[in-house]
């Protein structure tokens, strides 16, 4: 799909805009379709946005030219303006994806999944086409808060809510037939206001971990190397990110196995599947955690550090997912002298789809001189993978047993489990 970002003028500027009022993020217009009339471009000049002030109509990026309208009548509500732009980024933030103001395919399904409406569509259990969107993570939540398993409310209506719909009619004495019909929601609606929530998708995961108490025998940690085969990821300097992050994953599945372990790559070195296919593998071999390696470059060389990303939104997130990251995040800080830029909430694909428990850790900046010598060196990567491999364990210790960041060394606790 083409990519709409500030600047470009585009009929589907004007459905993108129609969204985003009906999502709430933008004014029901006082910027008229009938500004066709007006004097032309310069009618743009009177945007309301809040502090731009008078906006001068934004030249088309170079090498974008047949894209941009080139005369004729102009359509106020096909230019992308910074109104558009701050709407774009509101919406991009309280849906956990990167802000970066580009509609593109990340953030139109976005759009496409906050429209949908509880009531809106019959909704049921598709293997091929799974429905997704908010109506579905509404369902979803609505199961869960009365005791209902439906897993982690992602808005995808996969087996588990359909075994959840199916239980919650058998429950009332419905037919069932996994369909959410008139009747089905009728019912949910009616009994939505004797329950209280109390977030029990997040207490079923945290329980799970658990009750696996701190013995890490058998625990099953998928890893993703961020890239693969022909995909370099970003490279710089003579460094690429798919060597590097190939030779970090490699430490890490050496180091968990000799602390009793299970790891397994969800793909090998010589290919590089989409984020969605890596989360089905690693729910297919039933992983405990995942973990995702990338790095990161900047058109700014000042750019550095590690963040560590794992699965929510404005409306929750995964607990344990949250807690890891930031193990993650404190465990590869305190062994290096990386700078800290913190764990967040995204919903990325991969995050997403996972059963378990994921991070992705964008390790440092390949543009950034500082972090490329440490990426380069082995016995960085050597003390990342052990920082990993902690954090790994301190999820599991309960937090009486858990000892100081840096100071846990992973053989005697392995040895004590
Ligand atoms: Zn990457």
């Known amino acids: 799909m083409k990519l709409l970002r500030l600047g470009d003028r585009d009929p589907s500027v004007a459905e993108a805009r129609a969204a985003f009022i009906h999502l709430g993020f933008l004014p029901v217009a006082p910027r008229q379709t009938d500004a066709a009339d007006g004097p032309g471009p310069g009618a743009l000049g009177t945007s309301t946005a809040p502090g731009t002030g008078p906006d001068p109509f934004p030249a088309s990026p170079a090498g974008d030219a047949g894209n941009g309208g080139n005369g004729g009548p102009v359509d106020a509500t096909d230019q992308f303006d910074s109104e ?148 370099l990821g970003v490279s710089s300097g003579g460094l690429c990110e798919r060597d590097l992050m190939a030779d970090l994953a490699s430490r890490l599945e050496a180091r968990l196995l000799a602390s009793g372990l299970e790891a397994y790559p969800v793909h090998g070195p010589h290919e590089s599947p989409p984020e969605a296919e890596r989360a089905a593998r690693a729910n297919e071999i039933g992983a405990d955690l995942l973990v995702s390696l990338h790095v990161d470059a900047s058109g700014s060389a000042q750019a550095q550090g590690v963040s560590t990303y794992y699965y929510g939104h404005a409306r929750g997130s995964s607990a344990v997912g949250e807690r890891f990251a930031a193990l993650v995040q404190r465990e590869i800080v305190s062994r290096t002298d990386m700078v800290d830029c913190r764990a967040h909430p995204k919903t990325w694909e991969l995050l997403r789809r996972t059963r378990m428990p994921a991070v992705q850790i964008d390790l440092g900046y390949l543009s950034n001189t500082h972090d490329a010598a440490a990426l380069a060196s082995t016995e960085f990567r050597a003390a990342v993978a052990e920082g990993l491999l902690a954090a790994t364990q301190r999820l599991f210790l309960p937090p009486e047993q858990d000892p100081p960041t840096g100071q846990l060394r992973v053989p005697r606790i392995a040895a004590r489990a």
Request: some cysteine; glycine content about 12%.
């Open 84 to 231: 558009l732009d701050n709407a774009v980024r509101a919406f991009q933030q309280s849906r956990g994806l990167s802000v970066d103001g580009i509609i593109g395919p990340d953030t139109f399904r976005a759009i496409e999944e906050a429209r949908r409406r509880l009531g809106d569509r019959l909704l049921h259990y598709s293997v091929t086409h799974p429905f997704v969107g908010d109506d579905v993570a509404a369902l979803q939540e609505r199961l869960s808060n009365m005791g209902f398993d439906v897993g982690r409310a992602d808005g995808i209506f996969g087996a588990r809510t359909d075994s959840a719909v199916r239980d919650f009619q058998r429950n009332r004495g419905l037919d069932p037939d996994g369909l959410c019909g008139p009747r089905t929601l009728r019912e949910l609606k009616r009994l939505e206001r004797t329950v209280t929530g109390g977030r029990p998708d997040v207490l079923r995961e945290s329980m799970r971990l658990l009750a696996r108490g701190p013995s890490l025998l058998g625990m099953v940690v998928a890893i993703d190397p961020g890239h693969g085969g022909d995909d």
